[in-house]
């Protein structure tokens, strides 16, 4: 079965320092990897997904992710945060074992991200 | 929120009701889905739909049924509104199940 971790309930960064959101995954076949980003009383926005090809994947607003095959992760990443950052931070994985065999978008728990000035 | 409207925003019922949530897209996606979000719990899917009355349950579909008569709306229906489903539905849309999703922008229900 299909599964996605995200180890961290908040992330605490200051504003201008580089920040990592971290996602761990497990699946029985090719990951379709994806993470979204929701404000406050917001619905979810997609910021970036990883099929296949260059493990380091960009996005928007920024943000860029790296997918680990070894590790089993895809951590969320920007150089430089911004306090407008600030939100809850939602990473999925979508299990994909080709002949039109795939599971449901399973999402991690979320992760809280707060950038101070 | 890509063309998605849910409807209403708010709603607080009394346990026992039944309570219809509406999801609309101007988008033409073939893909809808109702999910609900819980602290510590992320986003759980209750039901798809991959076509006109087409739809297939999701990890959560227990106490829930969804129709869709038209491309453009989804229908999620509590047929006896539980305490334990007091949470904030989103709806989303995608052209196929293998892309991103686009969400709405939620319905917080409430259930007394």
């Known amino acids: 079965a299909q599964s996605v971790a995200q180890p961290e309930d908040q992330v605490n960064v200051a504003e201008g320092n580089p920040l990592t959101v971290k996602c761990t995954y497990s699946?029985?076949?090719?990951?379709?990897l994806f993470w979204y980003v929701q404000y406050p009383n917001r619905g979810l926005q997609f910021l970036l997904k990883?099929?296949?090809?260059?493990?380091l994947v960009k996005g928007s607003y920024g943000f860029e992710a790296e997918f680990n095959k070894s590790q089993t992760s895809f951590h969320l990443k920007k150089p430089s945060a911004l306090v407008s950052d600030s939100a809850l931070y939602f990473c999925?994985?979508?299990?994909?074992?080709?002949?039109?065999?795939?599971?449901?978008?399973?999402f991690g728990k979320g992760t809280k991200l707060s950038v101070k000035p | 929120d890509a063309g998605i409207t849910q409807s209403p925003r708010h709603k607080v019922t009394e346990t026992g009701t039944p309570v219809t949530l509406r999801c609309h897209q101007t988008e033409n996606h073939r893909y809808m889905y109702w999910y609900r979000q819980d602290p510590g719990h992320g986003l759980r899917l209750i039901h798809y739909?991959?076509?006109?009355?087409?739809?297939d349950k999701g990890e959560v579909s227990d106490g829930y049924s969804v129709s869709r008569s038209k491309t453009e709306d989804f229908l999620l229906t509590l047929e006896s509104a539980t305490s334990s489903q007091t949470s904030v539905y989103f709806c989303?849309?995608?052209?196929?199940?293998?892309?991103?999703?686009?969400f709405g922008p939620g319905t917080r229900l409430t259930v007394t």
């Open positions: 989303a849309i995608s052209t196929d199940r293998l892309v991103e999703q686009y």
């Open positions: 999925a994985v979508r299990d994909y074992q080709g002949g039109g065999s795939q599971g449901n978008l399973i």
């Open positions: 699946v029985s076949g090719n990951p379709y």
């Open positions: 990883y099929i296949t090809g260059d493990n």
């Open positions: 739909s991959y076509g006109v009355k087409d739809t």
